[in-house]
Each structure stands twice: as structure tokens, then as C-alpha cells.
């Protein structure tokens, strides 16, 4: 069974910066996508980036509205680690973040919905 352990979340002023790290582990398999997603109390999970792990597509990137310009998702398939840089944080960033993993092929990469496999979750705390 997949495990996904996220690290790297914590607080920073608006402006800075935080780096997330995902390992996967419990699988020999590359899975076809990986990223992230954001959750804050009383809203629902938001797909903030994710990246095509596998295929002829590897390395696509696809950003929600709110990450384009500031974050950055990478993959390191020798490592099964994927990390998602954050850059010029604002306090709309706020939330507990999540890896997640995918083995289909299937669009709607940002639909949280499509992911079966999610980590504990890392807060990021940004503020003002």
C-alpha cells in the first residue's frame, strides 16, 4: 500500500518563501501523477499543482489559478519524491497541504476527487 509523507510546511511572513517535500513509499510502481492540494476549514480541497510522474508526458505540469507564477512542482522519480516550491506567499496561501497520487491516465488532474491516495497533510501558515 502507498504511504505519502509530507515535510516542510511551517509559518513565514507574506513574501516569503517554504519549500514541501513528498516521499512515497510501498510501491514499485511509477505512478502518473503527483502533487498537491490545499485545504482550509470550511472549504473544500483545492488542487494547487500536480505533475505527470510517467508516459510520454512526464515531467507536464498543471497549476491551479492561485499557484501560476509562484510555485514551481518537481519530481524525482529515482527518489519517488516530489516537491512543490512556494514563492511570494500570501496569507490566502493558509492552509493544511496535501500530496496526493494517482495511477490512472484519466484527465481532471486538479479534481481532487480523481486521487485515492492522500498524505497526513502539512500546515503552511502565512502572515500578513
Known amino acids: 500500500q502507498v504511504q505519502l509523507v509530507e515535510s516542510g510546511g511551517g509559518s513565514v511572513q507574506a513574501g516569503g518563501s517554504l519549500r514541501l517535500s513528498c516521499a512515497a513509499s510501498?510501491?514499485?510502481?511509477?505512478?502518473?501523477?503527483m502533487g498537491w492540494f490545499r485545504q482550509v476549514p470550511g472549504k473544500e480541497r483545492e488542487g494547487v499543482a500536480v505533475?505527470?510522474?510517467?508516459?510520454?508526458?512526464?515531467?507536464?505540469?498543471f497549476y491551479g489559478d492561485s499557484a501560476k507564477g509562484r510555485f514551481t512542482i518537481s519530481r524525482d522519480n529515482a527518489k519517488n519524491t516530489v516537491d512543490l516550491q512556494m514563492n511570494d506567499l500570501t496569507p490566502d496561501d493558509t492552509g493544511m497541504y496535501y500530496c496526493?497520487?494517482?495511477?490512472?491516465?484519466?484527465?481532471?488532474?486538479?479534481?481532487?476527487?480523481?486521487?485515492?491516495?492522500w498524505g497526513q497533510g502539512t500546515q503552511v501558515t502565512v502572515s500578513s
Open positions: 505533475i505527470t510522474c510517467n508516459g510520454a508526458l512526464a515531467g507536464t505540469t
Open positions: 496526493v497520487y494517482r495511477i490512472d491516465y484519466g484527465l481532471a488532474q486538479l479534481d481532487p476527487r480523481r486521487y485515492n491516495v
Open positions: 510501498g510501491s514499485t510502481y511509477i505512478p502518473s501523477y
